[in-house]
């Protein structure tokens, strides 16, 4: 009898967990559906009270991560992952979940790392490889990247994304010619992508390869003629290539198309400034200097081309803007300076003092400006009235910068001009000499 009662007591305990793990297995089925058909919260309630009533199942804290991970709850998502691996680490797949989560919270390091460890378990996972690479890039570790976008290139040459990744990899590393290499690539393979298209004809520029660099544009321009991007490239290549004619004509078409970026304003203003065309060159840049005001170059040429077209009090403001705004490059200096000189000489409400002060700047910062020290020896002269000051110059002058008949050696200022400023110096050094007796 007592064998009987035992028996049945098994066979009571047996059809317990017979239910028991049929009704888990049934949730666990039904959490699948739940999760094909998008319904993370109410997968993520009977994940939640799946692992309070079985501590030990990886695989109902798989999908629970999984849940999580879609609900964007990205800790609890790698806490998850992280009980499901401790419980079975045959499931390596936890491991790549856990990569991704670490990723999307921006803990790159923690993904690389993982990735690391990984992927030999996931060669054929083509999305694990390319998160992986991803996260390798974004760490700058880009040979790891580069090693696996060119495995899967080169079993799908025709993939416009994987050959501008590698592209943009080999750019990263400064291997150029591969970097040019796949940016052809990408283009050709997709022709409207704009950002490797530019890049593409930046390096070109970059190298002074100026023909391929006006090649991509105008194959881009086939495409799309209206991109304010190529287009002002495009006409900034023909300024580079000094066909200014036809820099202007195109940064004309740019500003017609409503593109009046400080870019466009700056190389229009300059390439206007040196086909001698001031008054357009002014507005261009004023235009451009709106916009920034401590771009040397932009504010330099914006007051040259307010000097030539007869701006005089403009011109000194913008020289003295110039000055504020130039880094400390005593050669460049030394010529806004000088320019800051001449506009005040040309400007008769201005104390010529000031233009002593300009041309003295000029020459201190770069005492081989034989132009700068010419004029501030002239200033001396006759601004100043100190002769004995004005000699010192012109013999430093004379000293420094003799003409010669040497066709190799072209002279800094003219054989009647020369003759002028020797004559000068013989005149000063006789009325030295009167003065001394």
Do not use: W
Request: charge should be neutral.
């Amino acid at each position: 009898m007592k064998n009987i009662h035992q028996n049945c007591f098994f066979i009571f305990i047996g059809f317990l967990i017979c239910s028991i793990l049929t009704s888990y297995s049934q949730n666990l089925s039904d959490v699948k559906i739940l999760i094909s058909e998008s319904q993370n919260q109410e997968a993520l309630e009977i994940l939640t009270r799946l692992s309070k009533e079985s501590q030990e199942n990886s695989e109902c804290y798989f999908f629970k991560g999984t849940v999580e991970k879609r609900l964007y709850k990205i800790n609890d998502a790698i806490n998850s992952f992280q009980k499901s691996y401790d419980l079975d680490s045959a499931l390596i797949q936890n491991l790549s979940e856990m990569a991704d989560c670490h990723s999307i919270i921006g803990n790159y390091q923690q993904s690389s790392k993982i990735y690391k460890k990984i992927l030999p378990n996931f060669e054929n996972d083509e999305q694990v490889q390319l998160n992986a690479a991803s996260v390798f890039t974004t760490t700058e570790e880009y040979p790891l990247a580069i090693n696996i976008y060119a495995k899967i290139f080169a079993k799908d040459t025709a993939n416009a994304y994987i050959a501008r990744c590698l592209a943009k990899c080999y750019d990263n590393i400064k291997d150029i010619p591969q970097a040019i290499n796949f940016y052809k690539r990408t283009v050709a393979l997709n022709p409207s992508d704009l950002l490797s298209a530019n890049r593409l004809c930046n390096i070109y520029i970059e190298q002074n390869k100026l023909d391929s660099a006006l090649a991509v544009t105008e194959s881009y321009r086939k495409i799309d003629s209206t991109n304010q991007r190529i287009n002002s490239t495009n006409a900034y290549i023909y300024f580079l290539k000094k066909n200014y004619p036809e820099a202007n004509t195109r940064f004309s078409q740019c500003y017609a198309n409503n593109d009046s970026s400080f870019f466009t304003m700056k190389y229009f203003g300059i390439s206007l400034f040196t086909e001698q065309k001031y008054d357009e060159a002014k507005q261009v840049l004023e235009t451009a200097y709106r916009q920034d005001t401590t771009d040397f170059q932009a504010i330099n040429y914006l007051a040259l081309a307010c000097y030539h077209a007869n701006y005089r009090a403009l011109s000194i403001h913008y020289f003295q803007k110039a000055i504020q705004a130039i880094y400390p490059d005593s050669t460049v200096l030394s010529n806004v300076y000088f320019n800051l000189g001449h506009a005040i000489n040309s400007y008769t409400k201005v104390d010529c003092k000031d233009a002593y002060k300009a041309y003295l700047n000029a020459y201190q910062l770069n005492p081989a400006n034989g132009e700068a020290l010419l004029s501030l020896a002239t200033c001396t002269d006759e601004c100043m009235k100190n002769s004995k000051q004005a000699l010192e110059y012109y013999k430093i002058f004379i000293k420094q910068f003799p003409n010669t008949s040497n066709p190799n050696e072209p002279n800094l200022v003219t054989n009647q001009t020369y003759t002028m400023i020797t004559n000068r110096v013989k005149y000063l050094e006789n009325q030295k000499d009167k003065s001394n007796k």
